[in-house]
T-cell receptor, first 113, second 114 residues
Framework: AQSVTQPDIHITVSEGASLELRCNYS??????LFWYVQSPGQGLQLLLK??????LVQGIKGFEAEFKRSQSSFNLRKPSVPWSDAAEYFC???????????FGKGTKLSVIP | SQTIHQWPATLVQPVGSPLSLECTVE??????LYWYRQAAGRGLQLLFY??????ISSEVPQNLSASRPQDRQFILSSKKLLLSDSGFYLC?????????????FGPGTRLTVT
């Protein structure tokens, strides 16, 4: 069965610091991977996705993620985090022939001004 | 562009009362539609999905049901709410075109069962 692990429940960074959110997945075939962001009381917004090709993918709001098949990871990064990036971040996986996403339990990001 | 609407935004209902949450999508046709429930610290739980009118797949046995009376309308219902039904309910749509598998989420409905 497919699964997603986000090891960090809560991360706090200072405004302007760099960020890396970890995501590890388990999937029996070629994975399709996603990162979403959710502000309090709102729906999820897609940040970026990986299907194939270049393992470093760029997304909206200056985020990027790197797919590492050998480590079964898809970590999200940003070089400098503004206060407005405080939110909860979800990693998700699916694969060919499946229309269902499996989500991790999320990482809450707090940003200290 | 595509948009997804959910209503109501918030709802407070007593135990044993019925429930109807509605989700509509604009700007696309024949979308795949999804209902999720989100509880604090537990991530997103897929409840139902639909790949076409009248086609509903249930992921979790419970006292909830879903219907898709029109192509871009998805309804979540219950005849009698339980306290455990409280949570944040999210509707999402995805294109049926391969290889796009991402889903796009609505603003959600906060349900409190008292």
């Amino acid at each position: 069965a497919q699964s997603v692990t986000q090891p960090d429940i809560h991360i706090t960074v200072s405004e302007g610091a760099s960020l890396e959110l970890r995501c590890n997945y388990s999937y029996g075939a070629t994975p399709y991977l996603f990162w979403y962001v959710q502000s309090p009381g709102q729906g999820l917004q897609l940040l970026l996705k990986y299907f194939s090709g270049d393992t470093l993918v760029q997304g909206i709001k200056g985020f990027e993620a790197e797919f590492k098949r050998s480590q079964s990871s898809f970590n999200l990064r940003k070089p400098s985090v503004p206060w407005s990036d405080a939110a909860e971040y979800f990693c998700a996986v699916t694969g060919a022939g499946s229309y269902q996403l499996t989500f991790g339990k999320g990482t809450k990001l707090s940003v200290i001004p | 562009s595509q948009t997804i609407h959910q209503w109501p935004a918030t709802l407070v209902q007593p135990v044993g009362s019925p429930l109807s949450l509605e989700c509509t999508v604009e700007g696309t046709s024949n979308p795949n539609l999804y209902w999720y429930r989100q509880a604090a610290g537990r991530g997103l739980q897929l409840l139902f999905y639909s790949v076409g009118i009248g086609q509903i797949s249930s992921e979790v046995p419970q006292n909830l049901s879903a219907s898709r009376p029109q192509d871009r309308q998805f309804i979540l219902s219950s005849k009698k709410l339980l306290l455990s039904d409280s949570g944040f309910y999210l509707c999402a749509w995805g294109t049926s075109l391969v290889p796009a598998y991402e889903q796009y989420f609505g603003p959600g409905t906060r349900l409190t069962v008292t």
